[in-house]
Structures are given as C-alpha cells and as structure tokens.
C-alpha cells in the first residue's frame, strides 16, 4: 500500500515529517491541520493514532481547544475500539477535561468525560479512585451527567440493587464505550451483595466523656460471601476498647445475618463522628473484592460530670484533748479537677494547732487523690458531754459543692 501511494505521490510519512518540522517551528496550527492529515493516511492503527495525539496536542499549543478537545476525544475511541484496556485512555480523558474546561459551552460536556472516567474506575473495580472522583465532582452541575453519577452512587451503595435487578440510568455513550458499561454494570450488581448496618445501643444521647458505651453491627448477605476484612472507623475523639470480631474469613450463605458488638469510649466532649463500618468481601469462583460500608453515627458527647469523694479520719493524740484530722479528696468522675477548695468547720470550742481550716488544690486529675492533715485541740477539758462533729466540704467553680463528710470529736 506504501509503494502504490508513493507512485500517486502521496506518503503519509512525508506529511508527518512536515507537521512535525512546523510543530518545531512553532506553526501549531498548521501543524495540527497536517498531523490530522496524515491520521487519515497512514494504514497501521498505531500511526493513526499516534498522528491524532499529535493533532490534538499541536491544537492545545495554538489555543484551539475545542478543535482540541475534539481530537483527544476521537483519539480516547479509536483506542478502545482497537481493543486498549480502558485504563489505558484515562489519561486523553485527562486532556479532554483540560481543554473543555478552557471553553464556555464545549460540545462534549466535562461531566461526561467525568462520568466515562467513573465507570472505568468502576468496572476497573478502583474503588478508591472511584470515590475520589465523586467527591471531587461540582456539586452545583445539573446537568444530566450529574443525574447520572448520583443515581449510579446510589445504585453501588444500595444493598437491594442486585435483588430489585437496578440497572444504570440511560446515557448518550458512544459505542465504543458500551463494554465498559457493561463490565461496570456488572460490578455494581456484585457490590450489592452484602449490607451493613450500624446501630447505637442504649441510650446515645446520654453518653458522657469516658464512660463506656456499645454500638451493634449487623450484616446481610444476599449470596454465598467470604468476608475477609472489617474494621470500623473511630475517629480521634474516641477509641475502641473490644469488639467481638469473630477470626475471618467469615463465611455468609444468601439471606445469612451476622452481628458484631463495638465497645467504644469517648475521650473528648462535643460531636464524634463513629463510622463507617467497612468490610471487603469477595464471592466463590470469582475474581476481585468489593467494599461496602455503613453509614457513619454522629454523637453529641457530654463533658463528664465532676465528683468528688471526700472522707475524714481521726486519731487522738492526747486522750479526749487533742487530735489529727486526716482529710482525704479523690477525684472519681471523668474529667479532671480544677481549683478544688476543701473547707473544713471548726465549731466553737476547738483550735486548729497546725494546718487550715480551707485547702486548695489546684488540679486533681481522674483517679487522683490528695490527703492532708489538721491538728486540733479542745479549749478545755471536758469529760461529759456529746462531743464535737467536725464537717468538711469539697467545691469547685465558684463554690459548687461536689461532696461532703464529717467525723465526731470527743463525748460519751
């Protein structure tokens, strides 16, 4: 074929090496025109395809980006109908985007191409880029693009979408993309095999920073599964402390339920965000894996409620004359305690000989304690009579009382 055209005059490699010498030259836009001249020249796939890249990417460099947008476009095509994988044409999807974003009204629509990038990933089984591209997505966009990747989000996450047979939306793809919709079609279905759900238990709005609560997860499988990973997502303001994780891979047959039990506590006050569940499970005499995951649980943590423990104890020193007091403060709530202020009262008829009657502490953190010592003593000697009660109390900000205790002095 080369021979014959060169008897009529006409070399497709002659008319490269123009647009290439004019590409060098800066002329891009001629060099464009001549790159895309030979495309429709040359006999072997890969030259045609090789001529087109350079069409597209001698347009970009003139500013044509429409004219380039095109050219990357028809290049993405000839690729996938000449059999490439379809991750092989992510990058002129790329460029595609580029240049339509150059333009006020393209005629190939940026969330088509994104959508045409989505279901690679999908029938790819990229499931991390998959949701990567979605959250990068222009949520203002209305277009039917846009319609299109949130009706296919929802199908991929819906557990019933293989038992109600959900199919994907209808779309303006072109031909040489339906294979890709097909495989991408059938890994959705896959996805929906198993559900999870997350529940709270007990009463969630009562939970206080530090004290330990359950969350419950149930899966449902709609085929025979192996499961072979879960874990759940805590977040920093909280930790996990046990869960009845049974030794995977876990085996589900269709229609099977399984629970799992989270014990989880909160370290810090204010909104705590636990979740997702995620699982990865995989299905008999098939390749690949697929993810599911919960939706997250949203908790309003309240700062724990501060207590005090306070006890007093006494031991004579001078028969029914003189004492010391041992006073003792431990803090047994949640949270630590700040300027703690012990008073002790001291009623008539007795001295403090060594101490004070009001003790700061300034911080008492949980599970801390603190002890001190008054030395007291009786003005005078009695030896009938009830004795003396010798109180003290614990406060906090601004004299809150936390707690309270009391010892009896003396008498009969």
């Not at 000839?78 to 150059?102: C, F, W, Y």
């Not at 846009?146 to 994907?168: G, N, Q, R």
């Not at 997250?296 to 005090?308: E, G, Q, S």
């Not at 700040?338 to 009623?347: A, G, L």
């Amino acid at each position: 074929m080369f021979i014959l055209r060169r008897i009529f005059g006409i070399d497709p490699q002659k008319d490269f090496s123009k647009a290439r010498m004019a590409f060098d030259q800066g002329k891009y836009s001629l060099a464009s025109k001549l790159f895309e001249k030979t495309y429709k020249k040359f006999d072997t796939i890969d030259m045609r395809i090789i001529s087109l890249e350079n069409a597209a990417i001698a347009a970009e460099y003139a500013d044509m980006f429409e004219k380039s947008l095109e050219l990357y476009y028809h290049t993405l095509l000839i690729k996938l109908s000449t059999g490439q994988r379809p991750k092989e044409v992510l990058n002129d999807i790329d460029k595609a985007i580029q240049m339509a974003r150059h333009i006020e009204k393209p005629s190939i629509s940026i969330n088509k191409l994104f959508f045409m990038k989505f279901l690679i990933f999908l029938s790819e089984k990229e499931f991390d880029q998959l949701t990567a591209l979605y959250n990068r997505l222009n949520k203002d966009s209305s277009d039917k693009y846009k319609e299109a990747f949130d009706k296919t989000w929802t199908l991929i996450h819906s557990s019933d979408t293989f038992e109600k047979k959900e199919v994907f939306p209808q779309f303006d793809l072109p031909k040489e993309f339906h294979s890709i919709l097909d495989e991408a079609e059938k890994v959705m279905q896959r996805c929906s095999l198993c559900e999870v759900e997350l529940k709270a238990m007990g009463q969630p709005e009562d939970i206080q920073k530090g004290t330990e609560f359950d969350l419950s997860v149930t899966i449902t499988s709609h085929a025979h599964l192996s499961i072979g990973k879960i874990s759940l997502k805590t977040g920093p303001r909280g930790r996990l402390l046990t869960s009845s994780i049974p030794e995977l891979p876990l085996k589900m047959s269709t229609g099977e339920n399984y629970s799992i039990i989270f014990s989880l506590i909160p370290n810090l006050p204010g909104d705590w965000s636990v979740g997702p569940l995620s699982l990865v499970y995989s299905i008999p005499s098939e390749t690949g894996d697929y993810p599911v995951t919960s939706a997250p649980i949203l908790f309003v943590v309240k700062d724990a409620v501060p207590a005090l423990k306070l006890s007093m104890n006494s031991e004579t020193i001078e028969e029914d004359l003189e004492y010391v007091l041992t006073i003792s403060a431990e803090n047994v709530g949640k949270t630590g305690l700040q300027d703690v202020k012990i008073v002790t009262e001291i009623p008539e008829g007795i001295k403090i000989q060594e101490g004070t009657s009001e003790k700061y502490i300034s911080t008492l953190g949980e599970g801390e304690s603190f002890q001190y010592d008054i030395r007291v003593s009786f003005d005078l000697d009695k030896t009938h009579f009830s004795g003396y009660i010798i109180k003290a109390n614990g406060y906090i900000e601004d004299d809150k009382k936390l707690s309270k205790c009391s010892v009896r002095l003396g008498g009969n």
